[in-house]
């Protein structure tokens, strides 16, 4: 059996010194530089990863025995709901994943035992080929905050509210707890971390950015992939995917899939940070961004990322010696122009080493092997694409194991870890506002509960929850965790605690505070974009909400709001009418550790003390969505430690459009 001897921990990455102000230097009109300068610009590893001798005459021997046919067939990536196994066994298929919302037998309550066996039928399918050396298929999965397709599984809060923690060693642990849950489902890749360094908060994927600061992107890539790719054989280690290569966070306006539209410099210095610690910390795979890059800023678009040969190739594979392998993203290659989904030289010849292909696998393979039987894509390409197939694989050891047998090895509880989601919780909340310090609230009294969210698993869950978009759930999806009301009741008793969705009509006198949660309804990818010329007012998008404070503020009694979003939002509107703001993110299903933080002790103490920090700037405007002039900046938050002053109201204003 393979080993990896020479993938130690001990070998050091460092970057070479300098980095910001040399690349800075360099930015604008890199166009005209020549290629080496194009690379030097790039810092590289001071160690590189060693390879290892055996796995590297391994994967020359099983290439060596392989037809074309099998080799495409390898570099293909279908869907579980447009694949059988058989399929696998017939076409030699690489890789299947899962989509968001995609279950075994389309069944959203399926257990760990049912996703354990059909894992187990597509690796056996793939072992039973006609190949001289059979390779075993790998399954990948949006395990994005815990294995959140999973019926019953922790889902921790989404990226931006671990950012608010600062805590590389909390995400450590996150990546290995879901990297287990994942192999407790027989499932071994995880499409996980997001290293998107957001710079325009109406991007609808802000929540899975950890922060704008590229230094703790940098280093929570580095701790995420250790702790989720462990020494990648272990029963409870995956691969990491480092995501979504290059500058996916950069594009103008918050555009999903848009143009991001920076000089090298920037690109180095902001969006390629986290793949300097993924990278470090040895992620195998890699998935490329459906934007653009476009380096001179000019005209509509730039190159697609899927066709950008300098990037993959030249600087991801060559410059930072990244050996793994390079996955597009979900029907990505029909969007490089002069290609359709099943179809495209340019971004295999651009470096793309496995293309994601839901649903028209067939005929990818059909017209790929059409364009390597004419010359379009030369035959190196493909079998250095195969070859870093295989070596990921054979360094993950999936020749030796069936991973759905392994799964047995854990137990199905697996799946859960509501202590360290409820530490994270509590981790991530940020303090806005604690007027005269109504907070931390005494045990005792009795508390009015309002909001659309205080009661809504899919709110508190946000995207890639259960569902793609997070939407279509009932409570009953979820199997597991509580809602923010649900927390309370527990804390306080359910006697003293009055639930009012909306606050309206209710006297407010008759309660010693009041609890409001309010936030953003739940979006995946683009249907989360706030599009331009819209604003980032949450009032704007959700009137509801301020109708909510207005029914229960200025009553003399205490108002503590609580909001749940995927981006820091305009809300000063809601700030003035609340003695006390939280920013508690999209923390998933274990919101009792925001109960945790919010209430006294049965003794009366603090009994944890707020720790957060904002991973984004707070606007002060409705139309700052790149943190220009914030309300509070990065890195704010309060402590109960210290008293705040009480805050006088902040300036209104609510435009109905923003200007470029
Ligand atoms: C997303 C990726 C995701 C993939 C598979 C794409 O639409 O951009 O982040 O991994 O789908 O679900
Ligand atoms: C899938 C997602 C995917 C998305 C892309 C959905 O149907 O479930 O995983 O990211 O399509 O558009």
Known sequence: MMRLAARGHDRVVALVGGLLASVLALGGCQSAAPVSERIAAWPAPVVRHARDAAIEARVSEILAGMTLEQKIGQMTQAEIRSIQPDDVRRYYIGSILNGGGAWPNN??????????????????AS????????????????????????????????????????NPDLIRRIGRSTARATRATGLSWVFA???????????????????????????YARAYVEGAQGNLTGPGDVLATAKHFLG???TFHGVDQGDTRVPLGELIATHAQGYYGALAADAQTVMISYSSWNESGVGDRGTRMHANRYLITEVLKG???????????????????????????????????????????????ADTMEDVRSGAIPMSRIDDAVSRILRVKLRAGLFDVNPGEAARSLPSSAIEDRALAREAVRASL????????????????????????????????????RTWQGTENVREDYGTGQTLLE?????????????????????????????????????????GDVS????????????????????????????????????????????????????AWLPGTETGGIADVLFRTERGRVGFEFSGRLPFAWPNSPCDSTGGSPLFPVGFGLRYAHTPRAQGPLPEAAPAACGS
Not at 350 to 364: E, H, I, L, N
Not at 451 to 460: I, N
Not at 497 to 519: I, R
């Open 248 to 250: 996916d966070g950069g």
């Open 193 to 219: 971390p997001t290293l998107a360094v957001v710079q325009d908060q109406r991007w609808g994927r802000t929540y899975e950015s950890f922060s704008s600061n590229p230094a703790l992107v940098r280093s």
């Open 430 to 465: 940020v303090l806005l506002k604690n007027d005269n310090g109504v907070l931390p609230l005494a045990r005792g009294g009795r508390v009015l509960v309002v909001g659309r969210g205080a009661d809504s698993y899919p709110m508190q869950s946000g995207g890639w929850s």
């Open 127 to 166: 072992m039973s080929t006609d190949m001289a050396t059979p390779v075993p298929v790998i399954w990948g999965v949006d395990a994005v905050h815990g294995h959140n397709n999973v019926f019953g599984a922790t889902l921790f809060p989404h990226n931006i509210g671990l950012g608010a923690a600062h």
């Open 487 to 527: 927390a309370v009741r527990e804390t306080l008793g359910a006697d003293a605690v009055t639930y009012s969705e909306t606050g309206a009509g209710v006297d407010v006198s008759q309660f010693s505070a009041v609890v409001a949660v309010l936030g953003e309804e739940p979006y995946a990818e683009g249907r």
């Open 532 to 583: 331009y010329p819209a604003s980032l007012a949450h009032t704007a998008r959700y009137p509801q909400d301020l109708a909510t404070l207005r029914a229960v503020s200025g009553r003399g009694v205490p108002v503590v709001t609580v909001l749940y979003s995927g981006r820091t939002v305009y809300a000063n509107d809601l700030i003035n009418l609340s003695d006390a703001f939280v920013a």
């Open 107 to 124: 069944n959203k309550h399926a257990s760990p035992e049912e996703w354990a066996a059909l894992a187990s039928r597509f690796y056996e």
């Open 319 to 365: 410059r930072l010696g990244f050996d793994g392998l390079v996955v597009s993203d979900w029907n990505a290659i029909e969007q490089v122009p002069g290609c359709t989904r099943t179809r495209c030289a340019e971004a295999i010849n651009a470096g793309v080493d496995m293309v994601m292909v839901p649903d028209d696998w067939r005929q990818f393979i």
